[in-house]
């Protein structure tokens, strides 16, 4: 059976296959005529499309703003782990709006510009071999000259100027914040962490705002449970950059059957409690999906997959290390404590690491 070719044009025969599997042919309805939309025929109603693109590109401009102010103005830090949250909530939210008004209003702006005043006119294009005629390449690029020229990036310098300005900030902002963050170079701070041999392990109060530096005991913990834990003193007033510390320190514990542990694993717990960083070693996400039956740890990043079983072997996924143990013990009143602090850095690669 073959296909017609001109499929599409009015009044062309195309080639079906019926429920008996016999071809049939339907007369081809071709395209409805074309709808002219009020700014094709109102040039009141184009000046408004118009405005109203310029003003999506405004919002966008605004909230590009809005987002590079909150990362400078809002400082994560205060006098108590609720101040600081409350900061962190603050300078979050504000940079999402700005990031979700910024990325809107350019998107919007575009979508509104094609379907108000972009041509749209239907056309029919023939099929034919991938490479067309000198004639057909060449009728090709006027067609898109006429549509650029069409399109009034040259007439409406409002749009043309208000987009450029939504643009240059929405590249130009968050790519800044973005540089700045990568400095300055880490040195050897990323090779050491907060745990010391002795250091009690304490709840996580910003997974767990209840139990803010609570001590933990083997009895707290039954098989199967985990809690976010970090050096006790951390949020010490006199630690410099106690969020650094945390980035670095935060440990995953995790109580399983002995029996379950091989005996690397073993080692470094205390009565099947495990403790092992919770930093990533593919690109540092923190590693908090844990899995009962197969105990395996799980990245949500990149689904980087740990097997607690085995050391934190990586057994999937792009991390190329295990995560590092923090071996344990209990002190004399029977709180959980570091024996020694990690043996290698946590986290990912950087250029320093040995
Ligand atoms: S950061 Fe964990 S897998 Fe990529």
Redesign the pocket.
Known sequence: MSIDQSHGHPGSDVATTSEGGLPERFENPGLEPHRHRMADVDPKAAKRAERQVAALFGLSTLGTILFVVAYYAVSIEGDSWAEIARQLRISTTLLGIGLALATFGVGAGAVHWAKTLMPDEERIELRHPMRGTDEDRDAALDILREGSAEAGIGRRPLIRNSLLGALVPLTVGPAIVLLRDTGPLPGNDLSTTFWKQGLALVHDPITDPEGLGRKIKPEDLTIGSVVHVLPEGIQAEEVEHPLDEIAKAAVLLIRLNPDDLDEVSRAGAYEGIVAYSKI?T????P?ALYEQQTHHLL?P????TFDLKQNCKVIF???KRPLPQLAITVDDAGYLVAKSPFTEAAGPSFWERG
């Open positions: 990533c593919h690109m540092g996400c590693v990245c990043c990149h689904q980087s996924g792009p991390a």
